[in-house]
């Protein structure tokens, strides 16, 4: 079977394991049962999500102009504290950020590679989760806007590590930490115009993978440096492919890429 369309992040459903799918436009595929399958993926060309032109994509599935432009692509995306639709002041476009800032978020700890803090609306609670590939995680502040959680974050993350070592992640080289005890230790620090949201005695999330096998060694595979490749499927964890021979696939990283995938 070949399927040709636009690549997008893979959506999920929280069983057990992780059930994945790829929307290929004509057809949602199951990406788990392609598990221990060849698949081979051929880039045809770009199309950029905001424009849809073949223009290189340049972050986030946008090409350089859409990225500078949209309001998806603001920097309060990826730093919360930046957020300023609570005071009615726009960054792009004033109606979209109140959609999205103006909304419950919620501050947790994961535990993917190593205990990390992370932001997300509540939401895409756990779909963040199982995109970062936390096996575990648990909900620490649930706050009324997007900027009330990024100035917790600001802070907890002088603690705590922001972000996740992928390659640790990829390799299952994670350290198993007790979140519940971590969460009471960074209680203290929380600031004070979020002390009212702390979330106490709650439980950790888990979260199961379907990985039959996983790298020793990860390579990263860049459609852009090599724009075919073929191997067997043996696992997928967040938003990565995991094949037989090391070779590691960013689906969310290639966004905006047009591929052939033949099973």
């Not at 199961?208 to 990860?218: A, H, I, L, N, S």
């Not at 938003?239 to 021979?245: C, G, K």
Request: hydrophobic content about 35%.
């Amino acid at each position: 079977m070949t399927y040709k369309s636009i690549l997008r992040k893979m959506q999920t459903e929280h069983t057990e394991p992780i059930q994945y799918y790829l929307d290929m436009v004509s057809d949602v595929i199951n990406v788990n049962q392609l598990i221990g399958k060849e698949v081979e993926i051929n880039f045809e060309h770009y199309q950029c999500m905001g424009c849809g032109k073949d223009k290189k994509i340049f972050r986030q599935g946008y090409c350089y102009d859409c990225f500078y432009a949209l309001p998806q692509a603001g920097d309060w995306i990826m730093r919360p504290e930046l957020s300023k639709a609570h005071l009615g002041i726009a960054d792009r476009d004033l109606e979209y950020e109140k959609q999205v800032q103006l909304k419950p978020h919620v501050v947790y700890l994961a535990n993917s590679s190593n205990v990390k803090v992370g932001v997300t609306r509540k939401s895409q609670i756990p779909t963040r989760w199982i995109d970062q590939g936390a096996h575990e995680a648990l909900e620490i502040l649930e706050v009324p806007n997007r900027y009330l959680a990024g100035i917790a974050e600001v802070v907890l993350k002088e603690f705590v590590a922001d972000k996740t070592n992928w390659r640790k992640m990829l390799t299952n080289s994670v350290e198993d930490e007790n979140l519940a005890d971590w969460r009471d230790k960074l209680k203290k620090y929380v600031p004070e115009e979020v002390k009212e949201y702390f979330i106490e005695n709650n439980n950790e999330t888990i979260i199961q993978f379907p990985v039959q096998q996983y790298p020793t060694k990860v390579k990263s595979l860049n459609l852009e440096k090599s724009p075919n490749y073929k191997g067997k499927l043996t696992g997928v964890k967040g938003q990565y492919l995991l094949f037989e021979d090391n070779t590691v696939f960013n689906v969310r990283n290639h966004e905006g890429f047009v591929v052939k995938l033949s099973v």
